[in-house]
Protein backbone atom coordinates (compact mmCIF):
# COMPACT_ATOMS: atom_id res chain seq x y z
CA UNK A 1 0.00 0.00 0.00
CA UNK A 2 1.13 3.66 -0.45
CA UNK A 3 0.99 5.15 3.17
CA UNK A 4 -0.53 8.54 3.63
CA UNK A 5 1.73 11.47 4.02
CA UNK A 6 0.00 14.14 4.96
CA UNK A 7 0.93 18.01 4.27
CA UNK A 8 2.14 17.87 0.51
CA UNK A 9 3.66 15.09 -0.51
CA UNK A 10 -0.19 12.84 -1.06
CA UNK A 11 -1.89 13.76 -3.95
CA UNK A 12 -4.07 12.56 -6.37
CA UNK A 13 -1.40 12.30 -8.76
CA UNK A 14 0.91 9.70 -6.36
CA UNK A 15 -2.33 7.73 -5.56
CA UNK A 16 -4.04 7.41 -8.52
CA UNK A 17 -0.68 6.24 -10.66
CA UNK A 18 0.06 4.20 -7.77
CA UNK A 19 -3.29 2.59 -7.96
CA UNK A 20 -2.66 1.85 -11.77
CA UNK A 21 0.92 0.12 -10.44
CA UNK A 22 -0.67 -2.21 -8.71
CA UNK A 23 -0.73 -0.82 -5.30
CA UNK A 24 -3.40 0.51 -3.17
CA UNK A 25 -3.18 4.11 -2.16
CA UNK A 26 -3.88 5.84 0.41
CA UNK A 27 -5.07 9.95 0.27
CA UNK A 28 -4.11 11.41 3.26
CA UNK A 29 -6.96 13.30 4.52
CA UNK A 30 -5.29 15.69 7.47
CA UNK A 31 -4.57 19.45 7.38
CA UNK A 32 -7.46 19.62 4.42
CA UNK A 33 -10.54 21.92 4.31
CA UNK A 34 -13.13 19.45 4.13
CA UNK A 35 -14.05 20.71 0.76
CA UNK A 36 -10.79 20.24 -0.70
CA UNK A 37 -10.87 16.63 0.73
CA UNK A 38 -14.27 16.17 -1.19
CA UNK A 39 -12.58 17.43 -4.03
CA UNK A 40 -9.70 15.08 -3.80
CA UNK A 41 -12.12 12.13 -3.03
CA UNK A 42 -13.94 12.87 -6.67
CA UNK A 43 -10.90 13.45 -8.51
CA UNK A 44 -9.15 10.16 -7.38
CA UNK A 45 -12.51 8.04 -8.50
CA UNK A 46 -12.19 10.38 -11.76
CA UNK A 47 -9.21 8.51 -12.29
CA UNK A 48 -9.30 4.97 -11.01
CA UNK A 49 -12.28 2.47 -9.91
CA UNK A 50 -9.49 0.57 -7.87
CA UNK A 51 -9.88 0.80 -4.31
CA UNK A 52 -8.11 2.95 -2.22
CA UNK A 53 -7.78 4.24 1.84
CA UNK A 54 -7.97 7.34 3.57
CA UNK A 55 -6.33 8.73 6.53
CA UNK A 56 -7.70 11.32 9.22
CA UNK A 57 -6.11 12.46 12.17
CA UNK A 58 -8.70 12.31 15.26
CA UNK A 59 -8.43 14.79 17.86
CA UNK A 60 -5.36 14.62 20.15
CA UNK A 61 -6.16 15.92 23.92
CA UNK A 62 -5.95 19.00 24.57
CA UNK A 63 -4.40 19.53 28.04
CA UNK A 64 -4.29 22.91 30.39
CA UNK A 65 -0.46 22.94 29.93
CA UNK A 66 -0.19 22.90 26.39
CA UNK A 67 -0.58 26.27 25.38
CA UNK A 68 1.66 27.36 28.30
CA UNK A 69 4.32 25.10 27.17
CA UNK A 70 4.28 26.30 23.63
CA UNK A 71 4.73 29.95 24.44
CA UNK A 72 7.66 29.02 26.30
CA UNK A 73 8.67 27.15 23.33
CA UNK A 74 7.94 29.82 20.96
CA UNK A 75 10.01 32.27 23.27
CA UNK A 76 12.66 30.06 23.27
CA UNK A 77 12.34 29.97 18.86
CA UNK A 78 12.17 33.76 18.68
CA UNK A 79 15.61 34.85 18.18
CA UNK A 80 16.24 31.85 15.59
CA UNK A 81 12.37 32.97 13.83
CA UNK A 82 13.29 36.50 13.74
CA UNK A 83 16.91 36.16 12.11
CA UNK A 84 14.91 34.47 9.49
CA UNK A 85 12.31 37.10 9.33
CA UNK A 86 9.69 35.54 10.31
CA UNK A 87 6.99 36.22 13.20
CA UNK A 88 6.14 33.18 14.50
CA UNK A 89 2.52 31.70 14.89
CA UNK A 90 0.38 31.68 17.61
CA UNK A 91 -0.28 28.50 19.71
CA UNK A 92 -3.98 27.02 20.25
CA UNK A 93 -5.91 23.64 19.64
CA UNK A 94 -8.15 22.35 16.49
CA UNK A 95 -9.12 19.26 15.64
CA UNK A 96 -8.81 19.46 11.99
CA UNK A 97 -12.41 19.39 11.23
CA UNK A 98 -12.64 15.92 12.26
CA UNK A 99 -16.56 15.66 12.68
CA UNK A 100 -17.24 17.26 9.11
CA UNK A 101 -14.35 15.09 7.87
CA UNK A 102 -16.11 12.08 9.20
CA UNK A 103 -19.52 12.97 7.47
CA UNK A 104 -17.63 13.26 4.39
CA UNK A 105 -16.14 9.78 4.28
CA UNK A 106 -19.33 7.93 5.38
CA UNK A 107 -20.60 10.08 2.55
CA UNK A 108 -17.83 8.88 0.09
CA UNK A 109 -17.56 5.32 1.37
CA UNK A 110 -13.93 4.76 0.48
CA UNK A 111 -12.43 1.02 0.86
CA UNK A 112 -10.44 2.13 3.93
CA UNK A 113 -10.43 4.76 6.60
CA UNK A 114 -7.35 4.65 8.74
CA UNK A 115 -6.78 7.12 11.92
CA UNK A 116 -3.96 8.31 13.44
CA UNK A 117 -3.11 10.56 16.58
CA UNK A 118 -6.21 9.74 18.13
CA UNK A 119 -8.59 7.48 17.95
CA UNK A 120 -12.02 7.67 16.91
CA UNK A 121 -15.31 7.26 18.90
CA UNK A 122 -16.95 3.92 18.63
CA UNK A 123 -19.82 5.69 17.10
CA UNK A 124 -17.99 6.46 14.18
CA UNK A 125 -16.77 3.62 13.45
CA UNK A 126 -20.03 2.19 13.46
CA UNK A 127 -21.26 4.71 11.18
CA UNK A 128 -18.35 4.45 8.56
CA UNK A 129 -18.33 -0.14 8.69
CA UNK A 130 -22.16 0.84 8.05
CA UNK A 131 -21.52 2.08 4.67
CA UNK A 132 -19.15 -0.83 3.65
CA UNK A 133 -15.61 0.96 4.79
CA UNK A 134 -12.97 -0.79 6.86
CA UNK A 135 -11.69 1.06 9.60
CA UNK A 136 -8.32 0.85 10.60
CA UNK A 137 -6.29 2.56 13.86
CA UNK A 138 -2.36 3.19 14.44
CA UNK A 139 -0.66 1.73 16.92
CA UNK A 140 3.26 1.90 17.92
CA UNK A 141 3.08 -0.01 21.03
CA UNK A 142 1.94 -3.91 21.42
CA UNK A 143 -0.43 -2.70 24.41
CA UNK A 144 -2.87 -0.76 22.80
CA UNK A 145 -4.01 -3.60 20.59
CA UNK A 146 -7.14 -4.56 23.24
CA UNK A 147 -7.77 -1.04 23.15
CA UNK A 148 -8.13 -1.17 19.44
CA UNK A 149 -10.28 -4.62 19.89
CA UNK A 150 -12.52 -3.13 21.88
CA UNK A 151 -13.43 0.04 19.70
CA UNK A 152 -14.46 -2.92 17.33
CA UNK A 153 -12.23 -1.61 14.61
CA UNK A 154 -11.13 -4.12 11.12
CA UNK A 155 -7.39 -3.56 11.59
CA UNK A 156 -4.50 -2.09 12.23
CA UNK A 157 -1.77 0.01 11.55
CA UNK A 158 1.76 -1.42 12.99
CA UNK A 159 3.92 1.70 12.70
CA UNK A 160 7.51 0.43 13.84
CA UNK A 161 10.42 2.76 14.86
CA UNK A 162 11.79 3.00 11.17
CA UNK A 163 8.80 5.70 10.34
CA UNK A 164 9.24 8.81 8.89
CA UNK A 165 6.94 11.78 10.03
CA UNK A 166 4.74 11.69 12.61
CA UNK A 167 4.24 8.93 15.38
CA UNK A 168 0.57 8.07 14.79
CA UNK A 169 -0.43 6.37 17.91
CA UNK A 170 -2.57 7.06 20.44
CA UNK A 171 -0.34 8.22 23.08
CA UNK A 172 2.97 10.41 22.34
CA UNK A 173 5.65 8.80 25.06
CA UNK A 174 8.51 10.31 23.78
CA UNK A 175 10.47 6.95 24.39
CA UNK A 176 12.09 4.71 21.65
CA UNK A 177 9.68 1.92 20.34
CA UNK A 178 10.21 -1.01 18.32
CA UNK A 179 11.51 -1.73 15.14
CA UNK A 180 8.42 -2.38 12.80
CA UNK A 181 9.56 -6.24 12.38
CA UNK A 182 9.30 -6.42 16.16
CA UNK A 183 6.18 -4.59 16.72
CA UNK A 184 4.63 -7.11 13.86
CA UNK A 185 5.31 -9.95 15.58
CA UNK A 186 4.35 -8.75 18.75
CA UNK A 187 0.86 -7.67 17.84
CA UNK A 188 -0.14 -10.70 15.37
CA UNK A 189 0.86 -12.29 19.00
CA UNK A 190 -1.90 -10.51 20.53
CA UNK A 191 -4.51 -10.26 17.66
CA UNK A 192 -5.89 -11.84 15.05
CA UNK A 193 -6.68 -8.20 13.64
CA UNK A 194 -5.35 -7.78 9.90
CA UNK A 195 -2.43 -5.58 10.56
CA UNK A 196 -0.67 -3.90 7.83
CA UNK A 197 2.85 -2.72 8.70
CA UNK A 198 4.72 0.61 8.15
CA UNK A 199 8.19 1.77 8.92
CA UNK A 200 11.23 2.03 7.01
CA UNK A 201 10.35 -0.24 3.51
CA UNK A 202 11.50 0.89 0.96
CA UNK A 203 12.16 -2.68 -1.36
CA UNK A 204 9.95 -5.50 -2.17
CA UNK A 205 12.14 -7.16 -0.48
CA UNK A 206 11.34 -5.07 2.70
CA UNK A 207 8.17 -5.77 2.54
CA UNK A 208 8.34 -9.30 1.81
CA UNK A 209 10.22 -10.01 5.31
CA UNK A 210 7.50 -8.35 6.88
CA UNK A 211 5.02 -10.45 5.43
CA UNK A 212 7.09 -13.43 6.55
CA UNK A 213 7.05 -11.85 9.89
CA UNK A 214 3.14 -11.83 9.91
CA UNK A 215 1.74 -8.53 8.55
CA UNK A 216 -1.09 -9.27 5.98
CA UNK A 217 0.17 -5.87 4.02
CA UNK A 218 2.63 -3.10 3.83
CA UNK A 219 2.65 0.14 3.63
CA UNK A 220 5.27 2.56 1.76
CA UNK A 221 5.61 5.99 2.09
CA UNK A 222 8.85 7.75 1.95
CA UNK A 223 9.80 5.12 -1.44
CA UNK A 224 7.45 7.26 -3.31
CA UNK A 225 8.33 11.08 -1.94
CA UNK A 226 10.88 11.37 -4.92
CA UNK A 227 8.09 10.37 -7.73
CA UNK A 228 7.28 13.30 -9.89
CA UNK A 229 3.46 12.87 -8.89
CA UNK A 230 4.61 13.55 -5.29
CA UNK A 231 3.45 16.87 -3.65
CA UNK A 232 7.18 16.81 -2.22
CA UNK A 233 8.32 20.58 -1.93
CA UNK A 234 12.15 20.64 -4.00
CA UNK A 235 13.79 21.59 -0.86
CA UNK A 236 12.67 18.42 0.86
CA UNK A 237 13.26 16.41 -2.82
CA UNK A 238 17.08 17.34 -2.45
CA UNK A 239 17.63 17.06 1.01
CA UNK A 240 16.51 13.28 1.02
CA UNK A 241 19.34 12.32 -1.43
CA UNK A 242 21.87 14.60 0.17
CA UNK A 243 21.57 14.44 3.94
CA UNK A 244 21.96 11.41 6.38
CA UNK A 245 20.69 10.29 9.42
CA UNK A 246 17.52 11.10 10.76
CA UNK A 247 16.17 11.67 14.08
CA UNK A 248 12.82 11.17 16.04
CA UNK A 249 11.97 15.20 17.46
CA UNK A 250 9.38 17.05 18.60
CA UNK A 251 10.64 20.68 17.61
CA UNK A 252 8.47 21.18 14.76
CA UNK A 253 5.08 20.40 15.45
CA UNK A 254 4.64 19.33 19.24
CA UNK A 255 4.70 15.61 18.22
CA UNK A 256 7.04 12.91 18.06
CA UNK A 257 8.36 12.66 14.62
CA UNK A 258 11.44 10.79 12.25
CA UNK A 259 12.89 13.79 10.32
CA UNK A 260 16.12 14.44 8.65
CA UNK A 261 18.71 15.84 10.77
CA UNK A 262 19.18 19.44 10.81
CA UNK A 263 20.08 22.37 12.91
CA UNK A 264 16.39 22.78 13.67
CA UNK A 265 16.68 19.21 15.30
CA UNK A 266 19.70 19.36 16.74
CA UNK A 267 19.57 23.04 18.60
CA UNK A 268 15.53 22.37 19.86
CA UNK A 269 14.50 18.88 20.17
CA UNK A 270 15.45 19.20 24.21
CA UNK A 271 13.50 22.37 24.45
CA UNK A 272 10.44 21.33 22.50
CA UNK A 273 7.20 20.18 24.68
CA UNK A 274 4.53 17.18 24.24
CA UNK A 275 2.09 19.60 22.97
CA UNK A 276 0.36 19.07 19.60
CA UNK A 277 -1.26 20.93 17.80
CA UNK A 278 -0.47 23.57 19.44
CA UNK A 279 3.75 23.67 18.31
CA UNK A 280 2.31 23.12 14.91
CA UNK A 281 0.49 26.05 14.90
CA UNK A 282 3.57 28.07 16.31
CA UNK A 283 5.96 26.75 14.12
CA UNK A 284 4.14 26.33 10.41
CA UNK A 285 5.27 30.24 9.51
CA UNK A 286 8.53 29.32 9.97
CA UNK A 287 8.30 26.29 8.12
CA UNK A 288 6.35 27.34 5.11
CA UNK A 289 8.88 30.34 4.75
CA UNK A 290 11.89 27.63 5.03
CA UNK A 291 9.82 25.36 2.05
CA UNK A 292 9.54 28.33 -0.03
CA UNK A 293 12.57 30.00 0.06
CA UNK A 294 14.33 26.75 0.15
CA UNK A 295 16.40 26.86 3.21
CA UNK A 296 16.32 23.54 4.31
CA UNK A 297 17.10 24.10 8.38
CA UNK A 298 13.91 25.97 8.70
CA UNK A 299 11.65 22.50 7.13
CA UNK A 300 10.12 19.68 8.45
CA UNK A 301 12.29 17.05 6.16
CA UNK A 302 9.94 13.84 7.24
CA UNK A 303 11.63 11.09 6.20
CA UNK A 304 12.10 7.12 7.12
CA UNK A 305 15.22 5.46 7.83
CA UNK A 306 15.97 3.90 4.53
CA UNK A 307 15.83 7.35 3.07
CA UNK A 308 19.01 6.74 1.25
CA UNK A 309 17.83 4.22 -0.59
CA UNK A 310 15.46 6.23 -2.51
CA UNK A 311 14.38 5.86 -6.00
CA UNK A 312 13.15 8.76 -8.63
CA UNK A 313 11.08 7.00 -10.81
CA UNK A 314 7.65 7.44 -11.77
CA UNK A 315 5.01 6.41 -9.53
CA UNK A 316 3.22 3.37 -11.77
CA UNK A 317 6.74 2.24 -12.34
CA UNK A 318 7.93 2.07 -8.63
CA UNK A 319 4.84 0.34 -7.67
CA UNK A 320 5.42 -2.29 -10.67
CA UNK A 321 8.81 -2.57 -9.50
CA UNK A 322 8.02 -3.09 -5.53
CA UNK A 323 5.50 -5.79 -6.72
CA UNK A 324 8.39 -7.59 -8.83
CA UNK A 325 10.84 -7.30 -6.63
CA UNK A 326 8.56 -8.70 -3.96
CA UNK A 327 7.11 -11.81 -6.43
CA UNK A 328 10.53 -12.68 -6.50
CA UNK A 329 11.08 -13.04 -2.96
CA UNK A 330 8.72 -15.41 -2.60
CA UNK A 331 10.08 -17.34 -5.39
CA UNK A 332 13.10 -17.94 -3.69
Do not use: I
Request: charged share 20%; glycine share 10%; aromatic share 6%.
Amino acid sequence: MLAPMAGGPSTVELAAAVADGGMVPFLAGAYLAPDRLRADLVALRERTSEPFGVNVFAPSPDLPSMRQDALAYAASLAPWAAAAGVELGTPRYDDDAFAAKVDLLVEAAPALVSFAFGWPPAEVVTRLQAVGTEVWVTVNEPSEVEWAETLGVDGLVAQGWEAGGHRGGPVDTGAVQLGVAELVAAVTARTTLPVLAAGGVMTGGDAAALLRAGAGAVALGTAFLGCPEAGTAPVHRHALTHRRGTTVTRALTGRSARALVTTWTELFTEAAPAAYPHVHHVTAPLRAHGKATGEAELVHLWAGTGHERLRTLPAAELARLLLDELAQDKSR
